[in-house]
């Protein structure tokens, strides 16, 4: 059994805190955020997240986790994770600013550690922030010896929101970049951690871990724009269809079949800001980025198809009443960080329609940004009442059922622009809705 510390309860470091605390390790969850440690402490996680619940619940009650605000709990623990939100800065690159603070309490704390303490980066960071600011940084604070009282391995993670917990406990793999030494004590606590489920392990510098992070991300947000950009083709040749060109390239073994879902953009609080990171990073030191620049740039354009398509269907939308159905910037979340719908609304409204929105999770969330300038329908079929158009922002299982019977009696003029590709377009034209979706040529 290890005892753990984990520094920044967000969304990566709650699960990995309570996911390590379930497999039967000791952990304490420190976040400077009062308010969120005494929720967390009362068993109630501070945002939406598939499991996370039960989980916290089950190890807040066998005692194998706790929360603090008190980072000098971690002199108790033999590995602490660092996985403190690492924000975007005005120009895109990235704001280390928690991240140092973090190195600092570590170091703070490690003065009253006897014994070697391992020291795991999952935010994500650039190139060179492990061996410039992070090490520094704990090493004066703490007046211990690098190598010899502690080690730092870049550690990255790559949970995905809404499967956050599964990723956790089922990792496909696991970067370690540092020093010999400190790899070894790292591959050692995940050999136990995980046992015979131990997954292909990459070993390697910091630098490169730091970097693997930004080459996994931008390749699937690169991937994503890659076929909306086929998609945005599609739907100029009548009759062409973006699923059937994903199902084409996807069974090719080299493409795979995975993040080829056609639809209004990428967001989420990884991919825009990491993406924008990268490119930063890469203006720094003189490389050109334009791949990673091109995704971004479709990107920003892609949400925008949904008003294009709802003009389509029903004309000028001044005065119209439409449903958006969906809000999150991807089903199973709360999460409203870069997600397409901000744009989608802002820019209904810039047209003088009236927006109705309604999703399972995220009306809260929304409001705080929407305010009273759009309703807020109960549920998905309330939203839809006395609408001229509706469109599917985000793909939650609950809006696939939707028959078109309830689009006809619901709606004042039924039109749809599925934004997600979640509805057969022959069954909802044959019903007589006016359809259009991303990446079918009409
Ligand atoms: C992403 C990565 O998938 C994780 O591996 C990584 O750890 C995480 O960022 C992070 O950096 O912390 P996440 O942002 O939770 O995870 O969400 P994804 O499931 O990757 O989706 C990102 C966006 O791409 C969403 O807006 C989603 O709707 C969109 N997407 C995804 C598509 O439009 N089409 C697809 O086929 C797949």
């Known amino acids: 059994m290890h005892r753990v510390s984990v520094f920044g309860l967000g969304p990566v470091g709650l699960v990995t805190a309570v996911c390590i605390a379930h497999a039967g390790n000791s952990v304490v969850g420190i976040d400077p955020d009062v308010q969120r440690v005494r929720i967390i402490n009362d068993g109630e996680a501070p945002f939406y997240e598939p499991s996370l619940r039960e989980y916290l619940k089950e190890v807040l009650k066998k005692r194998s986790f706790s929360a603090t605000d008190n980072s000098v ?47 795991l980066i999952k935010s994500t960071v650039i190139p060179g922030t492990n061996r410039q600011l992070v090490k520094p940084l704990i090493e004066k604070e703490s007046g211990k010896v690098l190598g010899r009282d502690f080690g ?110 056609a639809g209004l953009g990428w967001g989420g609080s990884c991919f825009p800001k990491d993406l924008r990171a990268i490119a930063s990073f890469g203006k720094r030191i003189n490389v050109p980025t334009s791949l990673v620049d091109a995704a971004i740039s479709l990107n920003e354009q892609q949400p925008l198809k949904a008003i294009e398509l709802a003009e389509k269907l029903v004309g000028n939308l001044t005065g119209k009443r439409v449903a958006v159905l969906g809000l999150a910037f991807k089903p199973d979340t709360d999460d409203l960080r870069e997600a397409v719908s901000i744009p989608i609304v802002r820019d209904l409204l810039e047209k003088g329609a009236i927006v109705v929105a309604y999703d399972p999770t995220a009306i809260d969330n929304a409001k705080t940004i929407f305010g009273n300038r759009i309703e807020y329908a109960k549920d998905s079929v309330t939203c839809l009442d006395q609408s001229d158009c509706c469109i599917i922002a985000t793909e939650w299982n609950e809006f696939k059922t939707i028959a078109p019977e309830t689009f006809l009696n619901k709606m004042r003029m039924p039109a749809i622009v599925d934004g997600r590709r979640i509805y057969d377009p022959p069954r909802f034209m044959r019903a007589g809705i006016k359809f259009a979706a991303i990446g079918l040529g009409q």
């Open 73 to 119: 709990e971690n002199a108790k623990s033999d590995v602490a994770f660092i996985t403190v939100g690492t924000p975007g800065a005005r120009d895109g690159s990235i704001n280390l600013e928690y991240v140092k603070s973090a190195a600092e309490s570590i170091g703070h704390s490690l003065r009253a550690r006897h014994g070697y303490q391992l020291v």
């Open 152 to 261: 730092v391995c870049s550690n990255p993670e790559f949970l995905h929101e809404g499967n956050a917990v599964y990723d956790c406990d089922s990792p496909d793999r696991i970067i370690i970049g540092g020093e010999t030494h400190e790899v070894e004590v790292a591959e050692k606590f995940y050999s136990e951690l995980y046992g015979k489920n131990l997954p292909a392990l990459v070993r390697t510098n910091s630098e490169t871990a730091e970097l693997i992070k930004y080459a996994n991300n931008s390749f699937l947000a690169v991937k994503v724009s890659y076929i909306n950009m086929f998609a945005n083709l599609c739907q100029e040749i009548p009759g062409a269809d973006v699923e059937d060109i994903a199902k084409g390239i996807g069974l090719d073994k080299r493409i795979g079949s995975m993040f080829l879902r």
